[in-house]
């Protein structure tokens, strides 16, 4: 029987084969990554009345996919619906679109994410390790939309760990550095790796950052935008030191991701989002049927 990993603020593994694991989390996020290994599911909880539980789920997610199968199913939990009175998590919140940075290490992945999330720069960026993630809302054809964006590292020894996060992706920013050449020539690389992982309709948009830099340019934008046109992605360049087009490149994925999701091409990703009540203040269809409801669709 294959291990079923049950996050209640932290995955706890189920090892029997016909029973629940319910308890408290004992162990330290140190101590716990162990556990994951093997699992092939997860139920990732939050208290719909207790907003901080629901922050947190950001950080369990990193560390679940950090040590945990790239294909496990995981299902995001917002328990305590029969709290609705003291609701302190918009069900809306709780659907975020996973969107990932891939490219070489160097190119400014990092400060493209600092610049959208924080409106930052950081002239001393050090190499990202493994995988660091921020989150932002925004609006989007008149929608609240939540971005979740995954920064992943550039380094090949890395590789194993950022690939996992490829898969519940909806959207992906591919960037090169437009004064590195080589950079750009192994973007081919980084799109066939990330089809060989992602959802095949995953919007994707490559991006030539660092345009502050046009007197060093070894990269012509025609040369791009004619690599873009031939496999269907999107284009910009940008700037995240002088904040050029940043915002309108964020902007353009999610709306594309949005559009897709709205037609049922793509879905918002890996995990599936549903709210538990421990107790109903109505009878539901089911109910009436004699049927004992489980969950429902958030």
């Known amino acids: 029987m294959?291990?079923?990993?049950?996050?209640?603020?932290?995955?706890?593994?189920?090892?029997?084969?016909?029973?629940?694991l319910v308890r408290e989390p004992r162990w330290t996020i140190g101590h716990s990554g162990r556990y994951y290994r093997g699992a092939v599911g997860a139920l990732l909880v939050y208290d719909i009345a207790k907003h901080l539980t629901y922050e947190n789920g950001e950080r369990w997610l990193k560390e679940l996919r950090d040590h945990a199968d790239s294909n496990i199913v995981i299902m995001l939990?917002?328990?305590?619906?029969d709290l609705r009175h003291l609701r302190a998590v918009p069900t809306d919140e709780a659907r975020a679109f996973s969107v990932v940075l891939i490219g070489e290490s160097g190119?400014?992945?990092?400060?493209?994410?600092?610049?959208?999330?924080?409106?930052?720069?950081n002239h001393d960026?050090?190499?990202?390790?493994?995988?660091?993630?921020?989150?932002?809302?925004?609006?989007?054809?008149?929608?609240?939309?939540?971005?979740q964006i995954w920064d992943t590292a550039g380094l090949e020894r890395y590789r194993a760990i950022?690939?996992?996060?490829?898969?519940?992706?909806?959207?992906?920013?591919?960037?090169?550095?437009?004064?590195?050449?080589?950079?750009y020539e192994n973007v081919e690389r980084?799109?066939?790796?990330?089809?060989?992982?992602?959802?095949?309709?995953?919007?994707?948009?490559?991006?030539?950052n660092k345009s502050d830099l046009a007197e060093l340019r070894a990269v012509p934008v025609e040369e791009a935008q004619s690599f873009s046109e031939k496999n269907k992605l999107l284009f910009i360049e940008t700037s995240a030191l002088e904040s050029t087009n940043v915002e309108t490149a964020f902007h353009n994925v999610l709306a594309e991701i949005y559009k897709?999701?709205?037609?049922?091409?793509?879905?918002?990703?890996?995990?599936?989002?549903?709210?538990l009540s421990n107790q109903s203040s109505s009878p539901t269809t089911d109910q009436a049927d004699g049927k004992k409801p489980c969950c429902t669709n958030a």
């Open 107 to 121: 190119v400014g992945k990092s400060n493209l994410l600092s610049r959208f999330t924080k409106n930052e720069f």
């Open 162 to 183: 950022t690939s996992a996060y490829y898969r519940g992706a909806v959207g992906a920013l591919l960037v090169y550095d437009i004064a590195k050449h080589m950079t």
């Open 77 to 81: 939990v917002g328990n305590k619906s």
């Open 190 to 208: 980084w799109l066939k790796e990330l089809y060989d992982h992602a959802d095949p309709h995953i919007v994707v948009m490559l991006v030539g």
């Open 260 to 275: 897709k999701v709205a037609s049922k091409q793509v879905t918002r990703g890996s995990i599936s989002a549903v709210s």
């Open 125 to 147: 960026s050090r190499t990202t390790i493994g995988v660091e993630f921020s989150t932002r809302t925004m609006l989007v054809d008149g929608m609240t939309i939540k971005a």
């Open 2 to 20: 294959l291990p079923l990993a049950v996050a209640l603020q932290g995955p706890i593994p189920v090892h029997a084969p016909h029973e629940w």
